[in-house]
C-alpha cells in the first residue's frame, strides 16, 4: 500500500519537461550600433540609413546588419573609400 503523505514523485518528469523559449527573432541592436550600420544605408537589402536590415525573400527583419553594410559603415568612419 502507498503512502499517500509520501512527496516523493515516483515518476519525474524528464530533463526536457521545461520547455525552452524560442531564440528572438528581432535584430540585435548592439551589433548595429557597435559597427555603426544604422549610420550608412544598405547596398544589399536597401534600407535607409537608421532602419534595420531586412531579408530580401520574406522582408523580415535580420538580426544582424548585412556584411556590406558593416563594411560601409567601417569604410565611411575610417574614411576608406567603399567598394
Given amino acids: 500500500m502507498h503512502d499517500l503523505d ?3 514523485d515516483p515518476y519525474p518528469p524528464p530533463w526536457h519537461a521545461a520547455r525552452v523559449p524560442p531564440p528572438a527573432r528581432s535584430p540585435v541592436i548592439e551589433a548595429y550600433v557597435d559597427t555603426d550600420a544604422l549610420e550608412v544605408d544598405c547596398d544589399n537589402c536597401h534600407v535607409p540609413a537608421g532602419e534595420f536590415c531586412t ?3 520574406n ?3 535580420r538580426k544582424m546588419p548585412c556584411n556590406s553594410r558593416i ?5 565611411t568612419t575610417t574614411g576608406a573609400p567603399h567598394a
Avoid: F
Fill in 6 to 8: 509520501d512527496d516523493r
Fill in 55 to 57: 531579408n530580401p525573400e
Fill in 59 to 61: 522582408g523580415e527583419l
Fill in 71 to 75: 563594411t560601409k559603415a567601417a569604410n
